[in-house]
């Protein structure tokens, strides 16, 4: 088991944690990282950081380029595509996504392409 503290980021501010998770596999990180994009409200310029438990950053991904990874992952039963195509089709805010899926129950396909993309 790993621990990774997630981080947002924005420009000119103090980097906020935002959630520390613990998982059996540093692989399924990324899932956790496109659940938190789908959070963040104003989204330029933020990213979201991750370090593991030596303190070293692992993951630095815009928060645009973290959703747009979710548009793009191949799995159609994935909590936050769905998440995310219904925030665009009500055309609400990010923040707002929140309501939409549950984080203890993401991704059918972990073991698919958004883990693969965490390496």
Request: aromatic share 6%.
């Amino acid at each position: 088991m790993s621990a990774f503290t997630l981080e947002i980021v924005r420009r000119g501010e103090t980097p906020t944690v935002a959630d520390i998770v613990t998982l059996p596999d540093g692989r399924l990180i990324w899932r956790q990282v496109e659940a938190l994009a789908l959070l963040i409200e104003g989204s330029d310029g933020a990213f979201i950081r991750v370090k593991n438990e030596k303190a070293e950053t692992i993951i630095r991904a815009g928060v645009r380029t973290t959703l747009a990874s979710i548009h793009h992952c191949p799995c159609t039963g994935c909590p936050l595509k769905k998440a995310l195509a219904k925030r665009a089709a009500a055309a609400i805010g990010p923040g707002d996504g929140a309501s939409y899926f549950d984080k203890t129950t993401l991704y059918p396909c972990e073991a698919g392409a958004g883990a693969a993309r965490a390496l």
